[in-house]
């Protein structure tokens, strides 16, 4: 099994700035992409950025520019840091592991965007 761990989530200003992480343990051995999606009350799980075991990324085009993610391959860590954040990213965000061909996924950890 494996298992991931989100952590940074909260509420913030419009403008404003977070950092989540992700720690993954258990079965790992053949990570292929790590990164991070989203969900919003309402609305269906999208992809927010991954990054994979070769460092290239993927982002959303909503967040391009403002989320980077990052990766610690040997450390099995994942992280994004959010940028100038807009009420609309507001969503549970869920840290995501492939390894060969499956999907694990996060609890997940609020993020709030409010004045």
């Known amino acids: 099994q494996v298992q991931l761990v989100e952590s940074g989530g909260g509420l913030v200003q419009p403008g404003g700035s977070l950092r989540l992480s992700c720690v993954a343990s258990?079965?790992?051995?053949?990570?292929?992409?790590m990164g991070w999606y989203r969900q919003a009350p309402g609305k269906g799980r999208e992809l927010v950025a991954v990054m994979s075991n070769r460092g290239s990324s993927r982002y959303a085009d909503s967040v391009k520019g403002r989320f980077t993610v990052s990766r610690e391959i040997g450390m099995n860590t994942a992280g994004l840091r959010m940028n100038s954040l807009k009420p609309e990213d507001a969503a549970v965000y869920y840290c995501d592991l492939n390894q060969l061909g499956r999907n694990y996924w996060g609890q997940g950890t609020q993020v709030t965007v409010s004045s």
């Open positions: 258990g079965s790992i051995f053949s990570i292929n992409d």
